[in-house]
């Protein structure tokens, strides 16, 4: 840097410091703030134009199908004799185990070991959760079929079609093999959607960052197989020559659009909630989930997924939203060892987050009773002595006292114990 | 003992005001899907998050202007309205910040068309003398947003950016969304235009110490 560039410098860091002086004192950026969050988000005209036209196109659609056609009745779904209601889980114990047979001729055979939930069903298709295992899925292809099939942190939309699909939880390892059609597959490594054509197979894993599409029959690696890496994180540094903005005004002169075209969202790669949670980045994690909506991620998670969907919304500030998580978990999972932790998160949700201490002490004595001598019951013990006292119940927090001091003289609640009993 | 306990709870896990907050996502990214997915805190953390960073942009480019707090309003209306076109989220920062010269670009422009226009007849006259700026401003810095008003508004801003925003000079190309070699070019022509005008300023002669020095970048 020459001597003239030097003193130019020095004289604007001068000039930026007496600007930021005077602006550490103003405040009135909250009046902006407010006029801000009250104006209206507009489209562009050009939007408005295609939304015109569109909403003109689809009323004309919606009068003609309504002249030809009354509305569909739900589908009905059933495994074996046994009418499959939302919700219901059903799973394969040995072959020849029967099908899910949808009415309107699609259907799905569980692979033995094979765990699945109907999570809706509607007049169009419908969205099965598959924990676990294996299925060979056949959609029919009917007008507007709109049939999903979530595995893990994985989803494969898919309107009419032939495949066999896979999921193993313990390492999260996905695969799918396309006999017919066409499908969608998101999730994960996948990011919002990889189209997969006939004849091509699909294997992705998410603790691997990878996923493969290859040509069936074609050997792992050879010349009709390509390894594919994932699509590129949003963290990735700009290649020369790549424009990382687009035109913010559309007036610049010599300012880059990018190549994207005007008001279509370029694509984005959705890191995994669970990723997200994983690494601590709770607030994160929420947010992905929130684009969907809470209650959608709990109706399609797995019984372990539950479980962390709770840690999430807990160490998010979401308490609500926990309290969805943990009991979903509670009811799907009855039984599990998670399930019997779920009490307990449900009890620290109520103390810590909703100060709801009666709440609290009913959902440790759960805790307690399903798991006696389980790995929290020191802790719960204590949380129940300090949730019955500050529920106003001296009484049993005493007693609840006496039993902490019992069982574990030198507790982490021994000194709160003891102040109660002084009492 | 217990209080304790639960002052420390308390501060690992802050209760929220409202059920219905989404809790700020930490990384930009995660903003611009909310944004995009028009969750309704979504707005409120965009500003919450690079509102001051906004307006220290602006204000550097601008100086002491009372407009000020109408461009900042203004780059988050386009930002909020455009954010579709954001290619690459985790750019929202140097985003925003190009939206902010543009901003100020088209009203200095408009400013400048003000001026040529008071030669024309009494009804196309523009808006009338602007307010008293919200600070007061050293002589030094009125003297160097007088020359800088007097200067070419692309290379006004480019010399904003990069002497008094202190900003390299990629960040400068990338906010006046221009290419490198571009900026240098708009650098050395704002660096002799600005020593040149900058001598009928008694205030800012000590600051210069005027010579004949070659600008940064080389020749023009």
Known sequence: ?423 | MAKKDSQAVAELLPLRKSQSELPAPESDELLVLSLRARHPDAGTQLFDRYAPHVRRVLVRVMGPDSEILDLVHDVFVTALESVNRLIDPKALRAWLTQIAVFTARARIRRRVRGRILRFLPFSELPEPELPPPDFEASQAMQAVYRVLDALDTDQRIAFALRFVAGMELTEVAASCGVSLATIKRRLARAQISFTSMAQKEPALSEWLALGAVAPEGGAP
């Open chain 1, 1 to 423: 840097m020459n001597a003239l560039a030097e003193r130019l410098q020095r004289l604007g860091r001068e000039v930026a410091a007496e600007q930021d002086r005077a602006l550490s004192q103003d405040l009135s950026l909250g009046s902006v703030r407010a006029r801000v969050i009250a104006q209206p988000v507009r489209r562009p005209l050009r939007i408005k134009l295609w939304a015109s036209a569109a909403v003109l196109a689809a009323a004309a659609a919606g009068i003609a199908v309504y002249g030809f056609s009354r509305p569909r009745a739900p589908l009905a779904a059933s495994f074996g004799d046994h009418p499959l209601a939302v919700g219901e889980w059903v799973s394969a114990t040995e072959p020849g185990t029967p099908h899910i047979r949808f009415s309107d001729g699609s259907e799905v055979a569980l692979s033995p070991g094979s765990r699945a939930r109907l999570a809706t069903l509607d007049s169009v298709g419908a969205h099965l959760v598959l924990e676990s295992g294996a299925a060979d899925v056949r959609v029919t292809p009917n007008h507007g079929a709109r049939y999903r099939v979530s595995l893990g942190p994985f989803a494969v939309d898919v309107t009419g079609t032939r495949f066999d699909v896979g999921f193993r939880p313990s390492d999260e390892l996905f695969t799918l093999t396309l006999h017919e059609g066409k499908v969608v597959v998101s999730g994960c490594v996948l990011g919002e959607g990889r189209t997969l054509l006939a004849g091509e197979s699909l294997s992705a894993s998410c603790r691997a960052g990878h996923f493969e599409i290859s040509a069936l029959g074609a050997e792992t690696g050879g010349g009709a197989s390509a390894a594919v890496a994932p699509p590129p994180a949003p963290s990735a540094e700009p290649v020369p020559g790549e424009q990382l903005l687009a035109d913010p005004m559309g007036d610049s002169e010599g300012a880059h659009n990018g190549g994207q075209p005007h008001d279509q969202a370029p694509a984005v790669v959705v890191p995994s909630w669970q990723g997200l949670s994983g690494q601590g980045r709770f607030a994160d994690a929420y947010a992905v989930i929130a684009l969907d909506g809470f209650e959608a991620a709990v109706s399609r998670a797995s019984v372990t997924e539950l479980a962390l969907l709770g840690d999430t919304a807990r160490f998010a500030g979401k308490p609500a939203d926990a309290l969805t998580a943990y009991q979903a978990l509670r009811s799907r999972g009855a039984g599990t060892a998670a399930a019997k932790q779920a009490a307990f998160s449900i009890a620290r949700v109520h103390f810590d987050q909703r100060a709801a201490y009666a709440e609290a002490a009913r959902w440790f004595r759960t805790y307690l009773a399903e798991q006696p001598g389980g790995p929290l019951a020191r802790e719960a013990q204590g949380r129940l002595m300090e949730s019955l006292s500050r529920a106003g119940d001296r009484v049993a927090a005493r007693k609840v006292a006496e039993q902490y001091l019992a069982q574990y003289p030198h507790g982490p609640h021994e000194r709160v114990a003891r102040q109660l009993l002084a009492r």
